[in-house]
Nanobody, 119 residues
Framework: QVQLVESGGGLVQAGGSLRLSCVTSGSVPSPNAMGWYRQAPGEDRELVAGITRGGSTNYGTSVRGRFTISRDNAKNTAYLQMNSLRLGDTAVYYC?????????????WGQGAQVTVSS
């Protein structure tokens, strides 16, 4: 019923930038919140950034000051601008969308986008 499609991952050198996008599809209301988690091999999934429908944001400590999350509610799309990328940012980035509609699941996930930072 709800699908999240991510785009924008890839390979970049340390210090470079990438932008991820995540769009929700389906005849559903705008998500209460959207954002990204990431998971590196052998590591737990960790919060990268989240943003509410009203524009309030929160960031993981390791990305604060380097990454910026934004969203376009009219397009049900969230964006993650990643600057000053480091080797430690290499991971699969998973977009999420949260709902409070009783006819929907509380959370939906995207398929994941690989981000690889090289030296």
């Amino acid at each position: 019923q709800v699908q999240l499609v991510e785009s924008g991952g890839g390979l970049v050198q340390a210090g470079g930038s990438l932008r991820l996008s995540c769009v929700t599809s389906g005849s559903v209301p705008s998500p209460n919140a959207m954002g990204w988690y990431r998971q590196a091999p052998g590591e737990d999934r960790e919060l990268v950034a989240g943003i509410t429908r009203g524009g309030s944001t929160n960031y993981g400590t390791s990305v604060r000051g380097r990454f910026t999350i934004s969203r376009d509610n009219a397009k049900n799309t969230a964006y993650l601008q990643m600057n000053s990328l480091r080797l430690g940012d290499t991971a699969v980035y998973y977009c999420y969308a949260e709902y409070s509609d009783p006819d929907l699941l509380p959370v939906y996930w995207g398929q994941g986008a690989q981000v690889t930072v090289s030296s």
